[in-house]
């Protein structure tokens, strides 16, 4: 990915839209990247900014830095969760499938 891409990766990924395939690029992208990186955790202090200012029950302060890290370790897990489901289904899948074919061989006497 390249700088361009990534900040225009940035407001999908502020918002939680980014795909999952962009969100490993963008991810990766970002680690390598200072500038990138910089542009980033200003986005996402101003993101953080609208939303403290919107919760007015909030009184302790944050640590906008240590968020966005926690925020993108958040992120690339929930999307690893999703692949690690998406192996599991389609192995339970073929499984049930072996074993309906199995079951309808039996039943019409090939086996």
């Known amino acids: 990915m390249n700088c361009q891409r990534a900040q ?3 407001k999908r990924y502020l918002d939680g839209t980014i795909s999952d395939y ?4 963008f991810t990766d992208h970002i ?4 500038e990138c990186y910089g542009d ?7 993101d953080m900014a609208q939303k403290y200012l ?6 302790e302060s944050y640590n906008i830095c240590q968020l966005l890290e926690n925020d993108m370790k958040d992120k690339l897990n929930r ?13 339970a899948f073929i ?3 072996g074993v309906l074919i199995w079951t309808a ?3 019409m006497g090939y086996i």
């Open 22 to 25: 962009d969100l490993k690029e």
């Open 8 to 10: 225009d990766c940035m």
């Open 95 to 97: 499984v049930l499938a």
């Open 54 to 59: 919107k919760d007015e029950s909030k009184e």
């Open 105 to 107: 061989c039996l039943l």
């Open 31 to 34: 680690k390598n990247c200072p």
């Open 79 to 91: 999307m690893e969760r999703k692949r690690r489901l998406r192996g599991f289904l389609f192995l």
């Open 40 to 46: 980033l955790e200003i986005y996402y202090v101003m």
